[in-house]
């Protein structure tokens, strides 16, 4: 098990035990375990129980659930737990925003022990006559439930990466002599992700492929193999002969949507009817049989790739020259601040922004003014140090309720540049959420709008802003636009970019880096940039060091 996955083990323990209304000192020692076990480095099921216990605030009993955990896969007090626990009620605790003590309540004075139930509930307005619910309350939980629903069984494409490699590098060792190719939702760069598809040309069987190691197999039809990992990721291996290779491949690598305007343009082109696009074995003789130029996939999901067409060069993850927006230990993150340049280093950026969390952040550890201080001193002393290599003072304002920004003038201009960001208060409706940004936007300071709209895919919808507004707010005050690269971000949606950079702003594709680790998410922010068609020209970070401190400046 990961290190993550054990430190969720904790948190989830914690929250199943104050559900039962167990011993607080208990509960808030497992949360505690949560919170530090995340930030270890080295893989836990490596270390010691002495190294284990050494850890701040993990004694031995933890130490022996994680050893129980590295053994079994389970932790025996929280089956304990779970097993007298509906198994809806444990789903409910799984819902963003809705902590042990509601669903306790829901529970045991509503009677509803399923996220259905509870949904059926809310609808009929009964949540309003318990005590500390109100119709806010029922709105706002309704949202989540829905939400929560509707993202079942879907994944983030960055995160599901790496079981992608995998089944590609399994099917390729079983089936060395096929056309492999990757279609569906991962060639076409999609945010979320429903199923792992691939199209493999000639005769392939059961027996070959799945192993019940690396793939499962559930069942087949005319189309081709069904299956899930053992992750429980479900697969799709659609079969076709090589001669209608190019005809199933375009078929399979764009959106129903596309594929609908292709055919339409293709009619008129031809001043036919229809066309007959099955058995042709390259996808380049399917757009030249229909008189239209080459799409990449990452673009074919409506018809503006046909009626806008794109010559340019989209942008790449090897056009990124800097990491802007990382954290450190200073404030929320995993490694030192020398951690994270020597990363950045070795990974071949150009320059680094260091951007903590601002003071208001306070559940982050948020930078007092003395710290401030204190981190620019460092930041000063590595920049001695690394004369190839310019390390940027920055920080990740907060974003307060009336849209200023965290700290007095006094600091504000000592910055090198600033991140603006929300992080509270994310229940505003669009006026007043938009109004908020756009005052955040005019504060001369502010180089680069963060997040913004604060979502996190499959667990959190953004806060409703005017999008056209705040994107014409930054480019009226020459403030560049964050694509959060997160996986669990991707914020701002890619849809967006192209009015972005109609009206000249420019997009910052930054990790949001809490880790050395998180430093590579650039890649998927960069993949995801690619459907909003951004090139390198327009990316705030693909530019030298050189043009990039012009343009903070």
Same mark, same amino acid.
């Given at each position: 098990m990961t290190n993550k996955q054990i430190a969720t083990a904790f948190?989830?323990?914690?929250?199943?035990?104050?559900?039962?209304?167990? !011993?607080?000192?208990?509960i808030r020692s497992y949360s505690s375990a949560y919170l530090t076990l995340r930030k270890v480095e080295q893989?836990?099921?490596?270390?010691?129980?002495?190294e284990i216990t050494a850890l701040k605030g993990v004694g031995k009993t933890i130490a022996g659930k994680i050893r129980e955990l590295h053994e079994s896969g389970k932790m025996m007090t929280y089956e304990k737990y779970r097993e007298k626990t509906p198994p809806g009620v444990v789903d409910m605790l799984k819902v !963003?925003?809705?902590?042990?003590?509601?669903?306790?309540?829901?529970?045991?004075?509503?009677?509803?022990?399923?996220?259905?139930?509870?949904?059926?509930?809310c609808n009929e307005n009964r949540l309003v006559e318990i005590k500390g619910f109100g119709q806010k309350t029922q709105t706002?939980?309704?949202?989540?439930?829905?939400?929560?629903? !509707?993202s079942q069984d879907k994944f983030h494409y960055g995160k599901i990466t790496p079981v992608h490699e995998a089944v590609l590098a399994h099917l390729e060792t079983q089936l060395p002599d096929h056309q492999i190719a990757v279609v569906g939702d991962m060639i076409q760069l999609n945010p979320i992700v429903e199923f792992l598809d691939y199209l493999i040309a000639g005769k392939i069987s059961v027996e070959k492929i799945f192993d019940d190691q690396q793939l499962i197999f559930e069942k087949k039809d005319k189309h081709g193999f069904y299956g899930k990992t053992n992750e429980g990721i479900p697969v799709r291996i659609f079969n076709c002969t090589k001669k209608e290779w190019g005809s199933k491949l375009f078929r399979y690598s764009s959106s129903p949507a596309f594929i609908e305007a292709f055919l339409e343009k293709a009619k008129k082109n031809a001043k036919a009817d229809s066309l007959d696009f099955k058995n042709i074995e390259t996808e380049k003789i399917v757009f030249e049989k229909a008189q239209l130029p080459y799409v990449l996939p990452e673009l074919r999901y409506d018809d503006t790739a046909l009626s806008m067409p794109f010559s340019g060069e989209l942008i790449r993850p090897e056009d990124i020259r800097g990491v802007v927006h990382a954290h450190t230990t200073y404030s929320d993150g995993i490694h030192t601040l020398e951690q994270m340049v020597e990363e950045a280093k070795n990974l071949g950026y150009e320059y680094l922004t260091i951007t903590d969390h601002s003071q208001a952040a306070f559940y982050a550890n948020g930078l007092k003014p003395d710290r401030v201080l204190e981190q620019f001193a460092a930041i000063d002393a590595l920049n001695e140090k690394h004369k190839d290599f310019k390390i940027y003072k920055s920080i990740e304002s907060d974003i307060l309720n009336d849209g200023s920004l965290d700290y007095d003038e006094e600091i504000l201009k000592q910055f090198d540049l600033i991140i603006a960001s929300v992080h509270t208060n994310l229940k505003m409706d669009q006026d007043k959420a938009t109004q908020r940004l756009i005052t955040a936007i005019e504060n001369p300071y502010t180089t680069i709008l963060g997040h913004p709209t604060g979502r996190i895919l499959l667990a959190r919808s953004g806060y409703p802003i005017d999008h056209a507004k705040v994107i014409d707010a930054c480019a009226a005050n020459g403030v560049h636009l964050e694509l959060n690269a997160n996986p669990l971000r991707l914020d701002i949606d890619?849809?967006?970019?192209?009015?972005?950079?109609?009206?000249?702003?420019?997009?910052s594709i930054n990790p949001d880096a809490h880790s050395k680790g998180g430093i590579k998410d650039i890649k998927y922010g960069t993949l995801v940039a690619r459907k909003g068609r951004l090139t390198k020209e327009g990316c705030l970070n693909a530019r030298t060091r050189a043009a990039f401190e012009k343009l903070i400046k």
């Open positions: 948190s989830d323990l914690a929250k199943i035990m104050e559900l039962h209304s167990e !011993n607080p000192f208990k893989p836990l099921i490596e270390m010691s129980d002495e !963003n925003g809705f902590g042990p003590k509601k669903v306790k309540v829901v529970w045991k004075e509503l009677g509803a022990e399923s996220i259905g139930e509870l949904l059926y509930a706002e939980l309704i949202k989540k439930l829905e939400l929560f629903l !509707n890619w849809t967006w970019i192209p009015y972005a950079r109609e009206k000249g702003v420019l997009i």
